[in-house]
């Protein structure tokens, strides 16, 4: 029986916070007006992950709504909420979305970030897409994984991380826990027998 980890995604239940995974890929966060609410928005690479996700959010005590863009994807967006304000403030700078200073990932966050806009790759590792309309993100981003036991490579020009090696896909597996029911498990971190460097 393996230890569970204290930043694993099954070490506490789901709470708000858990939705910054959202934002550690192509998620938005604005305020309204006075910026005393703010909504939470994600395009997602595939409609099929809109089901788990908003699950996710549910079990987080927010309710995500599934609509289409302009270019016919499938994105998914809350109500402005009060209690998102805080979200708001801590993912933005001025009007840009940054990441908060020193951020602490844990396996919540990046289950969240995994079950939106994650995926293998062909050589055995895992890719977490990042904002490609947010570069300043993706620097912190990757501090935060290195943090975490996960130092990631930067791929295809900036769109996103990729996570290799057996040792830190075990801790990858580790962290975000089992696929979410509705989630194809071929789409989850998993640990092959020999994993690509």
């Given amino acids: 029986m393996s230890q569970l980890s204290l930043f694993s995604a099954e070490a506490a239940g789901a709470c708000l916070a858990d939705l910054a995974g959202l934002l550690c890929g192509p998620g938005q966060i604005v305020r309204f007006g006075t910026g005393e609410t703010a909504r939470l928005s994600i395009v997602l690479p595939d409609a099929g992950r809109a089901p788990a996700v908003r699950h996710a959010g549910q079990e987080a005590g ?3 709504t599934v609509t ?6 499938t994105a998914m967006r ?11 403030v ?10 908060p200073p020193g951020m602490h990932l844990d396996g919540a966050v990046l289950r969240m970030w995994a079950l939106a ?26 501090a935060a994984l290195t943090r975490l036991g996960l130092p ?8 996103g991380l990729r996570i290799s090696g057996v040792r830190r896909m075990q801790r990858l597996v580790e ?8 989630v194809d498990p071929g789409q989850w971190p998993r640990c092959w027998g020999r994993t690509a460097r």
């Fill in 62 to 64: 927010v309710e995500l």
């Fill in 117 to 142: 806009a994650g995926r293998p790759d062909e050589r055995g590792g895992y890719l977490l897409a990042l904002d490609t309309h947010a570069p300043q993100t993706h620097l912190p981003l990757v």
């Fill in 78 to 88: 809350t109500a402005f909420r009060r209690d998102l304000v805080g979200l708001a």
């Fill in 175 to 182: 962290l975000v826990g089992p696929p979410p029911t509705g």
């Fill in 90 to 99: 801590e993912w933005t700078c001025g009007a840009m979305k940054a990441v």
């Fill in 152 to 159: 990631p490579a930067r791929v295809a020009r900036g769109t």
């Fill in 68 to 73: 289409l863009t302009e270019a016919g994807t």
